[in-house]
């Protein structure tokens, strides 16, 4: 459990979250409340943008759906004062049976539309300053694994300069990264499998909470614009951080108790436990 000692009352609170004590919602003190987005944005990273990379990754925003993690990651990028590049994946359908003729038909365009799980985006908007997430492990003994953060340092046509920290070291160490294949394959019947040429990346500024698994930081937002859905998700939102003072939430369209809390949907398994 990510907390320190002197957080007892709040680890006491992600005990009973995860143990599902406190029933199916979860009551968000007015402290821990923002009213917007930007609210939000400027707690998080209060700092600005070109801190420190030991400082800047440990800041982060968690939200349950895709949906609302890429309109926040794209609302950010916009606000970096520096230039964006585009980078646009190469798409093609693959197959091993050689009588699936209909992938021969299949629209490329239909394909550039396509994310799956675990897949980079065909479009990828970056900027230097941008946080970014390995999908892939490139070189795990230097700890480049997939779900490592790290901050983007230069850009150019076929290669992405970043910096990351390595360990427990705060001294940042940079990398390229390069395009590489990533393959899909859909194993249900007339289903298309494709191949994307991509760079192996996600902006990450705001993750969901099933990818920020393994992720500590010291500054926390969560949107729950969308609800948690699943098993845990919580839990695993509130336990990324040590303490509940760098912790604040945006739940809009929620309406507020009378002392100024609201209540967050807690979705705990029955029978299912955390230690």
Known sequence: MRVIPAEIQFKDWLYSIGTGQVGDSVMIPLAMRVNSRQELYTFVFNTGFDAPVNELLKRLILSPTNRIVDLINDEIIDIIDSPEHVYLSRDNPTSENPFAYNLADYDVAQLNRLTPIGMPAHNIKLKVGAIIVLLQNLNTQKGLCNGTRMIVRRLHQDLIEAETVSGSSDRGIRIGICRVRNNYKDLRPDQVSFERFQ??????????????????????????????????????????????????????????????NISMRNVVARGIRFD
């Open 199 to 260: 760079f192996p990346v996600r902006v990450a500024f705001c993750m969901t909470i099933t990818k920020a698994q393994g992720q500590t930081c010291e500054r926390l937002g969560i949107d729950i614009s969308d609800e948690p859905f699943a098993h845990g998700q919580t839990y695993t939102a509130f336990s990324r951080c040590r303490s509940g003072e760098n912790i604040r939430v945006f739940a809009p369209g929620k309406k507020p108790d009378n002392n100024g």
